[in-house]
C-alpha cells in the first residue's frame, strides 16, 4: 500500500474539531508577525492535511505545501 492510500485512510479522521481550532489559532498568531505579506510567497513544509497553510493562503501573494512521510 502506497503513502496516498495510508493518508487516504485516516484522512477523515485526521482533523478533529481540537485540530481545526488549534489550526486557527495558529494561523491567527502566524498572521500577527507578517510585515507585508501580499508581496511574498510562504512554503508550508511538512503541512499534514493543510490546516495552518490553507488558513493562511489569503495573507500571502502565493502559497506552497509539501509533505510526506
Do not use: Q, W
Not at 19 to 41: C, E, G, P, Q, T
Not at 48 to 66: D, I, N
Amino acid at each position: 500500500m502506497g503513502n496516498t492510500n495510508k493518508f487516504e485512510m485516516i484522512a477523515d479522521v485526521y482533523d478533529t474539531p481540537e485540530r481545526v481550532h488549534i489550526a486557527k489559532v495558529s494561523s491567527d498568531a502566524i498572521r500577527d508577525y507578517l510585515v507585508d505579506a501580499k508581496n511574498k510567497h510562504a512554503i508550508d513544509f511538512g503541512c499534514g492535511t493543510g490546516l495552518v497553510g490553507v488558513a493562511c493562503r489569503f495573507y500571502f501573494y502565493g502559497s506552497g505545501f509539501a509533505s510526506y512521510r
